[in-house]
T-cell receptor, first 112, second 115 residues
Framework: RKEVEQDPGPFNVPEGATVAFNCTYS??????FFWYRQDCRKEPKLLMS???SGNEDGRFTAQLNRASQYISLLIRDSKLSDSATYLC?????????????FGGGTRLMVKP | DGGITQSPKYLFRKEGQNVTLSCEQN?????MYWYRQDPGQGLRLIYY???????QKGDIAEGYSVSREKKESFPLTVTSAQKNPTAFYLC??????????????FGPGTRLTVL
């Protein structure tokens, strides 16, 4: 079983749609969680951190369910510019340091 | 401007040659990391360094070497021992963040192709 699992997609959605991605992680000791966005042939960029209480940033909402060990990202009113790969990232943050584990990414394609 | 730079952006190498990828940051971050990304896959950790003159192996360190002589610099050498070196190489650095986690910021990457 992979440490961080995501549906690779692609998710093909029309502009204006609401789309949700889920991600599951296997290590219950994981302490912090992130969503990164990666455009084709570019570096990943931090989209948002995921807090236990859930957090929202404009059209983006992230939630964490520790009991079920999954993280979600909701994008409302999708824009063409949202087309990218979304990486779920988990930080074990143990004595070995700040160790991020990346999911394989979910590809989103927003169509006009 | 503050940031992380990687050079070159594209690199071609013949089989059997060692090659060194550059990573520099002027963000005053203590920790730096090297990842490898293959098509359609997530990032895998090669090496990381939490402080100058110290570094640790990641999940796929075989065939790679690093040094951390300066805080700003963390070069990665891809040796001829690395069996499948063609990949996208990403360098990152981190600062302490809230909620128990450190946020990592990435350079633009180097795309290495072995001919």
């Amino acid at each position: 079983r992979k440490e961080v699992e995501q549906d690779p997609g692609p998710f093909n959605v029309p502009e204006g749609a609401t789309v949700a991605f889920n991600c599951t992680y296997s290590n219950s000791a994981s302490q912090s969680f992130f969503w990164y966005r990666q455009d084709c042939r570019k570096e990943p960029k931090l989209l948002m951190s995921v807090y236990s209480s859930g957090n929202e940033d404009g059209r983006f909402t992230a939630q964490l369910n520790r009991a079920s060990q999954y993280i979600s990202l909701l994008i409302r009113d999708s824009k063409l510019s949202d087309s990218a790969t979304y990486l779920c990232v988990v930080n074990l943050n143990n004595n070995a340091g700040n160790m991020l584990t990346f999911g394989g990414g979910t590809r989103l394609m927003v169509k006009p | 401007d503050g940031g992380i730079t990687q050079s070159p952006k594209y690199l071609f190498r013949k089989e059997g040659q060692n090659v060194t990828l550059s990573c520099e940051q002027n963000l005053n971050h203590d920790a730096m990391y090297w990842y490898r990304q293959d098509p359609g896959q997530g990032l895998r950790l090669i090496y990381y360094s939490q402080i100058v003159n110290d570094f640790q192996k990641g999940d796929i360190a075989e065939g790679y070497s690093v040094s951390r002589e300066k805080k700003e610099s963390f070069p990665l050498t891809v040796t001829s021992a690395q069996k499948n070196p063609t990949a996208f190489y990403l360098c990152a650095s981190s600062i302490p963040g809230g909620n128990g986690g450190d946020t990592q910021y990435f350079g633009p990457g180097t795309r290495l192709t072995v001919l």
